[in-house]
Nanobody, 121 residues
Framework: QVQLVESGGGLVQAGGSLRVSCAAS????????MHWFRQAPGQERSFVGA???????YYTDSVKGRFTISRDNAKNMVFLQMNSLKPEDTAVYLC???????????????WGKGTLVTVSS
């Protein structure tokens, strides 16, 4: 079992920056691909990005160049740095994990409960 806990959400103005974190405990974190999804009100969860255990990153097109995912395997942490935020980035951001990369929410083995990011215009 893996437990995931997100933190760092909040309210930020458009154009601003925010970093959200995900703390993992349980199974060997360093062997997991860590994913970020987001869910806006009334919408399904959508893929934001992912980082493999060796540090290869993937991003959905709408966040490329603005968001950066990193991880600290020694501390069992993964981070999502969000810059140039837009109102359409407003959502609950969720951390998820599985051994290999996928963009499908249904494929994730473990989920956190999420942290709310609100971007005001």
């Amino acid at each position: 079992q893996v437990q995931l806990v997100e933190s760092g959400g909040g309210l930020v103005q458009a154009g601003g920056s925010l970093r959200v974190s995900c703390a993992a405990s349980g199974r060997a974190f360093s062997r997991l691909t860590m994913h970020w999804f987001r869910q806006a009100p009334g919408q399904e969860r959508s893929f934001v990005g992912a980082i493999t255990w060796i540090g290869t990153t993937y991003y959905t097109d709408s966040v490329k160049g603005r968001f950066t995912i990193s991880r600290d395997n020694a501390k069992n942490m993964v981070f999502l740095q969000m810059n140039s935020l837009k109102p359409e980035d407003t959502a609950v951001y969720l951390c998820a994990a599985r051994p290999f990369y996928s963009t499908a929410a249904a494929a994730m083995d473990y989920w956190g409960k999420g942290t709310l990011v609100t971007v005001s215009s």
